[in-house]
């Protein structure tokens, strides 16, 4: 199973962008390959539980996000560096918290908007997000 490692990540003003990256650290079937996942970006709040906010289809290569971010967030992958991408856009003070990237047992709009983004094997160290004045 492929194990990621989350970057850049800090605190901006709301209004502000930030652009997360998301690297494969191990793998032991895949080769390494990125290309070969559905990849999944999660949030967690404070005191909150993770939260599935968009995917990548490795397949369609279509991406689903969830209302909240619709419109200011989007997820693209580079396969050549084997490295995925979370824009942020517009962002808000309710962003906020530790985000994640994950490869997914399924990414389908209706996964998405039906909160069932399921990760395969363990979180990586996440990337703190924070926004404030």
């Known amino acids: 199973q492929l194990q990621f490692v989350e970057s850049g990540g800090g605190l901006v003003q709301p209004g502000g962008s930030l652009r997360l990256s998301c690297s494969v650290s191990r793998d032991r079937f895949f080769q390494d390959r990125l290309e070969y996942v559905d990849l999944a970006w999660f949030r967690r709040a404070p005191e909150m539980d993770h939260e599935g906010i968009t995917c990548?289809?490795?397949?369609?290569?279509?991406?689903y996000l969830i209302d909240s971010v619709q419109g200011r967030f989007s997820v693209s992958r580079d396969n050549a560096k084997n490295t995925g991408y979370l824009q942020m856009n517009n962002l808000k003070p309710e962003d906020a918290g530790i985000y994640y990237c994950a490869s997914v047992f399924s990414c389908s709009g209706a996964v998405v908007a039906e909160g069932r983004l399921r990760p395969i094997g363990r979180w990586g160290p996440g990337t703190e997000v924070s926004v404030s004045t």
């Open positions: 990548m289809n490795h397949m369609n290569g279509n991406s």
